[in-house]
């Protein structure tokens, strides 16, 4: 048999850190925790009778709350789901020290990395789909009750349904940031512990130095160049792209916006940069490692 008979595939190694993901109970019980937060919040809502009277008399500024309410639920979870998973399936090789059997039986460096890459996607993707279908359904069984009919949902704009669409995207988009940040941080510190941490502190400590950019240009009363940093950050540009991207800008940023004005084309290429820069960072430590066969 050749060596090259012999070399792991890809799809193989696919399969490999799927069952990898699915053997790990912290997955298992953060999707658990999901359900859960995901029920205090419904009723949570259920208990709101100023929203019912929304849903009556304007039941596509209702709609939209609802996407701000669910959708920021879903950032938060999925993002955080992603980077606990993803930091354990890019760094756990190298904290076991296994890193150098999987090289020495042949797997090739940049398709174990693409494969993981691979696997992340696609539970990402499952993730955005169950939310949508669960999401929807309490959504759909709350109009029902409220009203005896689904017809406010039936009457929602087309506008709504293509800015809901719009909001799948970016979903998508911050799920691929997130990935291979994650992939970036196991490849830079080489360890779990650094992976996960880095990881999980970027976009709270992104989103919070707005706050001191602002107390900087107050406190100094010069503007520049406080306030212009926060329209070269990914967290700000992440959390205000959805709203420029949409006609009607219908969009409400959960979390810190770029102090001075953007525009669509400016976040979407801030963005892309720290898409690239994780990617580099990633590929280039895997490709030149610590760790040699």
Do not use: C
């Not at 291979?180 to 970027?202: D, K, Q, V």
């Amino acid at each position: 048999m050749s060596t090259m008979a012999m070399r792991p595939r890809f799809f193989g190694m696919v399969r490999g850190e799927t069952l990898k993901v699915s053997r790990q109970l912290s997955f298992w019980l953060m999707l658990a925790g999901s359900f859960v937060l995901l029920a205090i919040i419904t009723l949570a809502i259920t208990s709101a009778s100023n929203i019912q009277d929304q849903l009556k008399t304007d039941p596509t500024g209702w709609a939209y709350g609802a996407r701000d309410v669910f959708g920021t639920i879903f950032q938060i979870g999925s993002g955080i789901f992603l980077l606990i998973v993803g930091s354990r399936l890019f760094a756990m090789e190298y904290s076991s020290g296994t890193i150098r059997i999987i090289y020495a039986r042949g797997t090739g460096r940049l398709q174990l990395l693409l494969a993981k890459m691979l696997t992340l996607a696609i539970v990402g993707i499952l993730l955005l789909v169950g939310y949508l279908v669960v999401a929807g359904g309490i959504l759909t069984l709350l109009v029902n009750a409220w009203t005896g009919s689904l017809a406010p949902l039936q009457h929602l704009p087309n506008q709504f349904w293509q800015d809901l669409g719009m909001w799948a995207v970016v979903q998508g988009m911050s799920m691929g940031i997130v990935v291979l940040m994650a992939a970036a941080a196991a490849g830079i510190g080489r360890s779990l512990a650094f992976a996960m941490a880095a990881s999980l502190a970027f976009f709270p400590a992104d989103n919070f130095s707005v706050i001191l950019e602002a107390l900087g240009a107050r406190i100094t009363k010069q503007d520049h160049p406080w306030l212009n940093i926060s329209q070269y950050q990914l967290g700000p540009n992440l959390n205000i792209v959805l709203n420029l991207i949409e006609p009607g800008h219908h969009a409400r940023a959960a979390f810190a916006a770029p102090l001075l004005p953007v525009d669509a084309t400016h976040a979407l290429v801030v963005i892309g940069a720290f898409a690239l820069g994780f990617a580099v960072i990633a590929i280039a430590r895997t490709v030149r490692p610590d760790v040699l066969e």
